[in-house]
């Protein structure tokens, strides 16, 4: 009888240096999210139960507090204005950049946050960043999230203001952004927009999209406790977000999705030391199997969200800016 074959690699402890190869700011960075015996803080954090809502409520005013406070100065410096509005039923913060007068175009942001984080003040505060860095009235859609409002009550907050937004704008002149947990409902919207028969967005912007929250990819394993901003998997808050659904549905896990019956043009980014590097190298795969187009940009040492500030997340930020105007062009 033949030894079976291992089904994994052990590996030794281990030390996992700053690369060298990236920026001095980015390092820099990086070191300030890692405590002094070599630990990302983050990865000290549990999720509360599921039914101990109190814990969640402080837990989200925890977190969207941080948020805030990194998007603040952003956003001022940018100088976009950010309102209230109700889109569709569904509460959205409508921004538009400074010295720029409202046009034919918009941008559709659906913010990140583990799917249960970045509401409220912090939504308005990144409608207002996304308007400022691209040039274009932004609306960021400030959806339900559990445990109160599981799915797919965020799907369909996003739905509501996707439709009355094309009460306003053509399809072709809507530009869906995102970044993490945002770019699940972002593609989940794409799949759902063209299963109910209704006009595709121009194009899709996924930053390390959080796109299969079965976490199936190789960088679940190989990047865990090596992203300093997402040192853990989040298979709790994954769980709490799908309330029993399965997880692998195409509208949860928009990774197994049909995307040969139409799909938007696709921008994907994220980083080598991204627990979400996998999502975005096997999307980008499935979109070219797909013949949609889509373009992968994985930047070197970089961490789930970008580093904060270095010259790389500036070299990002133009990517998407040049994405961004030859879809208007197209």
Known sequence: MEDAEPAAIILDARTVPFPLSISVEARRL????????????????????????????????????????????????LGASAEGIVLGGVPVYRASPAGVAPDDRALLDIHGGALVYGGGEACRL?????????????????YRMPPEHPYPAALDDCMAAYRALLMEYPGENIIVTSISAGGNLAAALAL??????????????????????TESGDTFETNRMVDVVLPKPLMATNLLYAGGHDLSDPYLSPLFGDL??????????????????????????????????????????????????????????????????AQWQR
């Not at 940009?297 to 105007?325: K, L, N, Q, Y």
């Open 30 to 77: 990086m070191a300030a999210m890692v405590d002094a015996d070599g630990k990302p803080y983050a990865s000290s954090g549990r999720s509360p139960a599921a039914d101990d809502h109190a814990a969640w409520a402080a837990s989200r005013e925890v977190v969207e507090g941080m948020l805030i406070e990194r998007l603040g100065p952003v956003a001022a410096a």
């Open 126 to 142: 990144n409608a207002a960043v996304q308007a400022g860095l691209y040039g274009v009235r932004c609306y960021g859609v400030d």
């Open 192 to 213: 759902r927009a063209r299963d109910e028969g209704l006009p595709l967005p121009r194009a899709l912007v996924l930053l390390t999209p959080e796109i299969d929250l």
């Open 260 to 325: 040969t019956k139409g799909f938007p043009p696709t921008f994907l980014q994220a980083g080598t030391r991204d627990m979400f590097l996998s999502n975005a190298v096997r999307f980008h795969r499935a979109l070219r199997r797909a013949s949609v187009v889509t373009e992968l940009h994985v930047f070197e040492g970089m961490p789930h969200g970008g580093f904060g500030g270095a010259p790389e997340d500036e070299e990002s930020i133009a990517e998407v800016r040049r994405f961004i105007t």
